[in-house]
């Protein structure tokens, strides 16, 4: 292993040098060294002796070396000898008391053991134990306690229970509580007709990271909302039990954002997004398509503001096809840049521009292809609010434009706003059914519609009404106009 290395590892030496058992390497201390590290005392200089304690002395031109005896470790040593032990009057006191039990020929005896006292431990904490004399133990007093006192039960009326609140309407669970103080639960939606479709309604197999990233990090549902003043927001977007079932992503997104600055000037934008069925990347187009919306329309939040309080709808539609395009536009250059066809993030999209200043009732919609905007007032369903030529009938229709080659938008302005208006913008996941099924719109109607506003958690039970054979993705974004 060459000139450095021997048979038991690297040589610790350079190859010129050797260490004998009187001289110490540059990395090692001497005997002597130690033992003035240890106690403290200062290492003499080149040219003086060490205080108190002289030492050998090196050998001069004349003068022969003296041979110290070998030891095998340093000599401790005080660091004044003239100052006794500190320990000394401890030990002292050990030897007494260990002296004074042998010349009586008595065991050591422990304060509170021996005839005449109880087998247990005096109760309350035992004090620390101290070397030297025992302590004499106080006399006995005389002090008898008193019987302790026992106070007399004093009955008190218990109030009768109250009675239990009514079932709220629209909850799936009728049957009683299991035991008192039972958690209460939604239990599985409802359904229309005698018996639920075939799917479970809840999660099932889910996409793989290896295949795409993208798709299996998309969950499953989400839920989210807003509240500004009178304004209430409830939105929710739910996998298809289709979807759910052969392992795809959720293809539909929502957006609940804030736009422009703060002020009389700010916008709610309440968007949803529709990935198409037959585009494979169509789930991170519908994201895509609600991001860059969002993005595009803030740039011009103010100038949308001032259309939608004049009720300019020239102005406003042209702002929101300015900026449909250039969502269109990033879109498909989102999609090259992965190296993915433009037609893989088709997707539709929907969306409401609405002014927080409460004095502005009028709403601004705009739309890319199919889905959803019905109005529930007064308990009567409107479904045709921004779709005049939908019939109603409930029927699927795959044909329908989509982002990014279709870049033109519909844009309208909705008539103002009345106090409990409840304004829906949903895919036609739920608007399909919305329009073919009357006891869906029954159920929702019951539960949107009595003024207020439900949780989130109650949001998100109530859309996932079924309806047998509509199985797709159902995403929904609705506002509550409160009643003064």
């Not at 004998?20 to 130690?34: E, G, I, S, V």
């Not at 198409?276 to 503001?305: I, K, T, W």
Request: glycine share 10%.
């Amino acid at each position: 292993m060459g000139n450095d290395m021997n048979a038991a590892g690297p040589s610790r030496t350079g190859p010129h040098q050797t260490t004998t058992p009187h001289q110490a390497t540059p990395h090692q201390a001497t005997p002597h060294q130690a033992a003035t590290h240890r106690t403290g005392l200062r290492e003499p200089g080149p040219h003086e002796s060490a205080p108190h304690e002289p030492g050998p002395r090196e050998p001069g031109p004349h003068r022969p070396a003296a041979v110290e005896p070998d030891r095998s470790g340093p000599e401790l040593r005080w660091p004044d000898a003239q100052q006794p032990d500190p320990l000394e009057a401890t030990w002292q006191s050990v030897d007494q008391v260990f002296n004074d039990q042998s010349e009586s020929d008595a065991p050591f005896a422990v304060p509170g053991t021996g005839p005449g006292t109880s087998a247990n431990p005096p109760a309350g904490p035992v004090p620390p134990y101290a070397y030297g004399p025992t302590p004499q133990s106080p006399p006995p007093s005389t002090y008898e306690p008193t019987p302790p006192y026992v106070p007399v039960p004093v009955p008190v009326p218990v109030p009768a229970p109250a009675p239990a609140p009514a079932p709220t309407a629209g909850y799936a669970s009728e049957e009683p509580a299991a035991g008192a103080g039972a958690v209460r639960t939604l239990g599985a939606p409802p359904h229309s007709g005698p018996k639920p479709p075939l799917y479970a309604p809840e999660p099932r197999e889910l996409p793989s990271v290896r295949e795409d990233p993208t798709a299996a990090l998309t969950p499953d549902m989400v839920v989210d909302g807003a509240g500004y003043g009178a304004l209430t927001v409830r939105a929710a977007s739910v996998r298809g039990d289709s979807h759910r079932y052969q392992g795809e992503p959720r293809q539909d997104s929502l957006a609940v954002v804030r736009l422009g600055a703060d002020g009389p000037d700010g916008l709610l934008l309440l968007a949803v997004a529709d990935g198409v069925g037959s585009a494979a990347r169509s789930h991170v187009g519908s994201q895509e398509a609600c991001r860059l919306a969002a993005m595009e329309l803030d740039a011009v939040s103010a100038d949308l503001a001032e259309t939608v309080r004049t009720g300019d709808r020239p102005g406003f539609a042209a702002l929101v096809d300015t900026a449909v395009g250039r969502v269109a536009t990033l879109l498909a250059h989102r999609a090259r840049e992965h190296g993915d066809d433009p037609a893989a993030y088709a997707t539709t999209l929907r969306a409401l521009l609405v002014p927080l200043d409460p004095r502005v009732r009028t709403r601004g919609f705009l739309a890319v292809g199919d889905g959803g905007t019905a109005l529930l007032r007064g308990g009567e369903w409107n479904l045709t609010l921004t779709d005049p030529e939908h019939d109603g009938d409930g029927m699927i229709d795959t044909r329908t434009a989509a982002l990014p080659h279709g870049h033109r938008a519909r844009a309208l302005l909705l008539a103002p706003a009345l106090p409990g208006d409840v304004l829906v913008l949903c895919t036609d996941g739920l608007s399909t059914p919305l329009a073919g099924d009357a006891e869906m719109r029954e159920f929702l109607g019951s539960g949107w519609g009595r003024g207020a506003a439900p949780s989130p958690a109650d949001f998100l039970w109530q859309l996932q009404y079924r309806v047998k054979s509509y199985d797709d993705d159902r995403t929904a974004v609705v506002l509550w106009e409160a009643v003064p």
